[in-house]
């Protein structure tokens, strides 16, 4: 068993309303780990110290163990702001642009987020540059997707990010069920599978089409107003509209087929899969906690690997 | 004057959440009007008969006057139901389906709805298929946008609805803008202008381009953070993108340029006749209100001029 008084740095993602902690040795494997709901929101009162600090004492990390942070805690109302890198960005050199907690017990840094500063299509990400690092090689060329709350699409050539997209594809799904009209639509905390007919045939009608989703929201009511379907088929219909809709725009956005990295966790990934898949992707996945870990422990390498 | 003791007829407006009655003459001339927010929401508690006969009272209608209904009284939560017309469905024909309410002191009847029973791209309307018979003519060719809540697309042919489309363009922007994280990004009660450059901005990138409104939304809150743009930008850019991206998608549904009939009311009237004239429709304004009640007017003409 590794010796947990020696770990090499602990990792932490640390985002809007989540915080999650792993304890690695110097080969990136996790001695041990620790998480809460103590995302950005809840530290804006608390403070951000205290509550690193007590889940460093829950994993027994040694005094002066070095932490790396990414997400939220390094936005403008964290901790301390990590301003964006500027698009072209290269993944290997973010490490270099962390930002150093000044009078911190141990060595904390946080790492930098990036932006599209083009008034055309304005973007940011902070806490998928990370994911990106973990999940791509360094001088790899990518098309990757990463779903959510606000899904990311982002083009990497030479390990570089030259742009990227987001879609408010979760925030959409979760405004349109919880207060709007189709609320009376979609059951409460419905489980969405791949092979709901809902599903894929709302994934057919934005095939290549995504106006189709802008005008077939509207249809997930009409449809059970109609008897053509029920209140249980309103969750499947709405997520492939808005998947579909997602993926076809980003078809039309990057004019790529090809290879795709999905970067996501069940059970997204399966519903994002079967979508992909059906425009012509092939789909390379990885787990969006361990790409997360992952980029993370390559960053503190390439800052405390000396 | 016009003897208000011998109305032709009372042509009532009842929506979700409001209530309009005109006292109308045998030329559609109005006599007296009356309106308040007793909707079908508010009529679901309390009855709708108690509410028409305070009207009918208030405007001084005499015993017997015959009442026309419009809307969401006719849904199947309302008063009493009657039945969508599927596409294709003639808009001259509409007035012979209304439904009568049996036991009313008066004649009281109630418009029918349209619907699109197509599993591929199910609709109904209820309300704006009045509007469609007080503003379009009846052999007539058209192309109608009714922007709103849900904004409305209907194909006329030979006065005959032969199909439409619905886009959740107001629905979208509440939501964001009230619950979602773009709250952060709009002014409460903004007053958008055809003029704001944010607005004629969004409007450009989305032009003949429906996906670039999805992937756009994360942008009202990015150009703040990377202040190219400041929060009260956020009402215009966002109206901009919702309602271009509609207009985009319309037109991919459509196949259509040339002459649009606009029915809508101010503010949203302007804001849609620069949108539309900019990708290249001829626009045709009419108010709403006065569509609803010739609307009215002609199908009252048709059940009791005899």
Redesign the interface.
């Known amino acids: 068993m590794t010796d947990p008084s020696r770990p090499f740095c602990a990792a932490v993602d640390w985002g809007t309303s989540s915080f999650r902690l792993w304890l690695l040795d110097d080969e990136g494997t996790v001695i041990a780990s620790s998480s809460s709901n103590e995302g950005m929101m809840h530290c804006a009162g608390t403070g951000f110290a205290p509550v690193l600090d007590a889940h460093l004492a829950k994993v027994g990390a040694s005094a002066g163990t070095p932490v790396l942070i990414c997400g939220m805690a390094g936005a ?1 109302q964290g901790w301390l702001e990590a301003p ?1 890198v500027e698009v072209p960005a290269s993944l290997e050199a973010l490490p270099t642009q962390a930002i150093k907690i000044a009078g911190a017990k141990n060595d904390v840094r946080i790492l930098p987020g990036i ?3 083009d ?6 990400m902070r806490g998928e540059e990370t994911q990106l690092l973990g999940a791509v090689s360094e001088s790899g060329n990518a098309l990757v997707c990463m779903p959510g709350t ?1 899904s990311k699409w982002v083009e990497i050539e030479n390990g570089v990010v030259t742009r990227f ?4 594809t979760g ?2 799904f979760s ?2 069920t ?4 189709l609320q009376h639509a979609v059951e409460e905390k419905a489980v969405v599978s791949s092979d709901d007919a809902a599903f894929r ?1 709302a994934l057919k ?1 934005t095939e290549g ?11 997930v009511r ?2 059970q ?2 008897g ?2 029920t209140r249980g088929d309103g969750a499947a219909h709405l997520s492939g509209l808005l998947i579909g ?2 993926i ?3 078809r ?2 990057f004019g790529k087929e090809g290879k795709v990295t999905l970067i996501a966790s069940e059970p997204i990934n399966a519903l994002y899969s079967v979508a992909l898949e059906k425009q012509g992707f092939q789909v390379v996945s990885k787990d969006a906690g361990e790409a997360s870990r992952a980029g993370l422990f390559r960053s503190a390498k390439r800052i405390w690997s000396r």
Do not use: C, D, W
């Not at 919880?178 to 009209?181: A, D, L, R, T």
């Open positions: 403008r964006y932006s599209l500063n008034p055309q299509a304005p973007n940011v606000h997209s987001t879609f408010m925030e959409l405004l349109l919880k207060h709007g009209i045939s009608r089409q995504a106006h189709a989703a802008l005008s077939g929201f509207f249809g009409a449809a107003l109609l053509l379907e809709g997602e076809s725009a980003a039309e956005l």
